[in-house]
T-cell receptor
Framework: EAQVTQNPRYLITVTGKKLTVTCSQN?????MSWYRQDPGLGLRQIYY???????DKGDVPEGYKVSRKEKRNFPLILESPSPNQTSLYFC??????????????FGPGTRLTVL | RKEVEQDPGPFNVPEGATVAFNCTYS??????FFWYRQDCRKEPKLLMS???SGNEDGRFTAQLNRASQYISLLIRDSKLSDSATYLC????????FGAGTTVTVRA
């Protein structure tokens, strides 16, 4: 089954404790990205990756890191989480980032609470 | 200013009714547009693309008005299963998502 998986699905942590949210896709998609979703603000892109070893900042990258060592995986790292990073996070992949083939396939989401 | 703005609703409609809502986009260079559907904080999924001449997909009709920079979605013969949040998306080398319009269809 074609899918994007994320882990963990739910996480409660404390300020400053490093965490990683994993994301994996099995569709051989080149383009992957991370979004956060907050009430009234919609989906905002954190980081994206056009291909292996190619990553770039989205609209709200502060406080986050990513890596793309393999095509299928795109982990999101919070080195020192803060309460304002409490949010619902989605990983997404698409065949391309271009006008054609940019349908986003989203993972199930990770609900993160930072105390 | 947000790139894509939507009326958050909620739009509460009875089964069988027609409901329509718009979104506006600020980037006149936006090349393509989409509607995504999101159920109760689950992952968004593509509902349909929006073509310049307007397009239908079953009970769903999407329209684009480039002059006024808005797109619309109309749902005919609403079903309970249409209850969801509908996200408007504009593409100009990257995707910009609206915050969503919530539709609740009641029996």
């Amino acid at each position: 089954e074609a899918q994007v998986t994320q882990n963990p699905r739910y996480l409660i942590t404390v300020t400053g404790k490093k965490l990683t949210v994993t994301c994996s896709q099995n569709m051989n998609h080149e383009y992957m990205s991370w979004y956060r979703q907050d009430p009234g603000l919609g989906l905002r892109q954190i980081y994206y990756s056009m291909n292996v070893e190619v990553t770039d900042k989205g609209d709200v990258p502060e406080g986050y890191k990513v890596s793309r060592k393999e095509k299928r995986n795109f982990p999101l790292i919070l080195e020192s989480p803060s309460p304002n990073q409490t949010s619902l996070y989605f990983c997404a992949s698409s065949r391309t980032s271009g006008r054609a083939g940019n349908e986003q396939f989203f993972g199930p989401g990770t609900r993160l609470t930072v105390l | 200013r947000k790139e894509v703005e939507q009326d958050p609703g909620p739009f509460n409609v009875p089964e069988g009714a027609t409901v329509a809502f718009n979104c506006t986009y600020s980037n006149s260079a936006s090349q393509s547009f989409f509607w995504y559907r999101q159920d109760c904080r689950k992952e968004p999924k593509l509902l349909m693309s929006v073509y310049s001449s307007g397009n239908e997909d079953g009970r769903f009709t999407a329209q684009l008005n480039r002059a006024s920079q808005y797109i619309s979605l109309l749902i005919r013969d609403s079903k309970l299963s249409d209850s969801a949040t509908y996200l408007c998306v504009a593409y100009d080398y990257k995707l910009s998502f609206g915050a969503g319009t919530t539709v609740t269809v009641r029996a």
